[in-house]
């Protein structure tokens, strides 16, 4: 309901905004833009519009899944990805050191909050329950898709990628950990085979940097609807 209230052109230009079908910019080689049809190519057909809202009919790359969650974890700013933080020589002296680049302003800091709230609800209470990580807020989101069946060139119902894309802390968000499974065996619901690998690498992140827990607070913003 919300894209078919967006429109094709709106809803196209926020996916676009968030840096989806695009390069990120990163100097890695071999990045790929994506898959995302124009909304008047021939390819973009009547179905196109509700099926990019619940995520089909569209291609992204981990490194612009993770750019767009980061750009909500910084309160609305999406920022150009980087590989190295800086340059040391056997000396110790630091050579080059990262400074972090604005592409442009994605949302309003209020509008990001609100949508950090919605996240921490999805795992606080809804499928993200097992991406929970005990003395922090986790921020996230699952993902379930079904794979194209090279043979029938259609969405196959047995093949699945299962994902789970999260960010924490809540209150300062420190780190954003995506989980993709690529045809898990047993189970291909993100919530119970994505999840609890987040978990546990979120559990060793926030160890590794050191960073302290908290109470939970949920209290950004008013979660609005």
Same mark, same amino acid.
């Given at each position: 309901?919300?894209?078919?209230?967006?429109? %094709?052109?709106?809803?196209?230009?926020?996916?676009?905004?968030?840096?989806? &079908?695009?390069?990120?910019?990163?100097?890695?080689?071999?990045?790929?833009?994506?898959?995302?049809?124009?909304?008047?190519? %021939?390819?973009?057909?009547? *179905? #196109?519009?509700?099926?990019?809202?619940?995520? +089909?009919?569209?291609?992204?790359?981990?490194?612009?899944?993770?750019?767009?969650?980061?750009?909500?974890?910084?309160?609305? !700013?999406?920022?150009? @990805? =980087?590989?190295?933080?800086?340059?040391?020589?056997?000396?110790? /002296?630091?050579?080059?050191?990262? +400074?972090?680049?604005?592409?442009?302003?994605?949302?309003?800091?209020?509008?990001?909050?609100?949508?950090?709230?919605? !996240?921490?609800?999805?795992?606080? $209470? &809804?499928? &993200? /329950?097992?991406?929970?990580?005990?003395?922090?807020? =986790?921020?996230?989101? #699952?993902?379930?898709?079904?794979?194209?069946?090279?043979?029938?060139? %259609?969405?196959?119902?047995?093949? $699945?990628?299962?994902?789970?894309?999260?960010?924490?802390?809540?209150?300062?968000?420190?780190? *954003?950990? !995506?989980? *993709?499974?690529?045809? @898990?065996?047993?189970? $291909?619901?993100?919530?119970?085979?994505?999840? @609890?690998?987040?978990?546990?690498?979120? %559990?060793?992140?926030?160890?590794?940097?050191?960073?302290?827990?908290?109470?939970?607070?949920?209290?950004?913003? /008013? !979660?609005? $609807?």
């Amino acid at each position: 309901k919300v894209g078919l209230k967006l429109g %094709k052109e709106n809803l196209y230009r926020w996916i676009r905004k968030f840096g989806f &079908g695009s390069f990120t910019g990163c100097i890695l080689a071999g990045e790929q833009s994506g898959l995302l049809f124009t909304p008047y190519s %021939k390819k973009w057909s009547a *179905v #196109t519009l509700p099926n990019i809202s619940y995520g +089909q009919g569209i291609g992204v790359t981990g490194l612009q899944l993770i750019n767009a969650y980061s750009s909500i974890a910084n309160g609305g !700013l999406l920022l150009e @990805p =980087v590989v190295i933080k800086e340059l040391i020589d056997e000396d110790g /002296k630091v050579l080059w050191s990262y +400074q972090p680049r604005v592409i442009r302003r994605v949302i309003t800091e209020d509008v990001a909050n609100q949508v950090k709230n919605m !996240l921490l609800k999805v795992v606080e $209470y &809804g499928t &993200g /329950k097992l991406a929970q990580v005990q003395g922090y807020n =986790v921020c996230g989101k #699952t993902g379930t898709a079904q794979k194209i069946d090279p043979l029938t060139r %259609k969405y196959s119902k047995s093949k $699945y990628i299962s994902s789970f894309c999260g960010f924490l802390p809540y209150e300062n968000p420190q780190i *954003v950990i !995506l989980v *993709v499974l690529d045809e @898990p065996e047993t189970n $291909y619901w993100a919530s119970e085979v994505a999840c @609890p690998v987040f978990s546990n690498i979120a %559990k060793e992140a926030m160890n590794y940097l050191n960073i302290p827990q908290k109470e939970k607070n949920y209290a950004l913003t /008013k !979660l609005t $609807y």
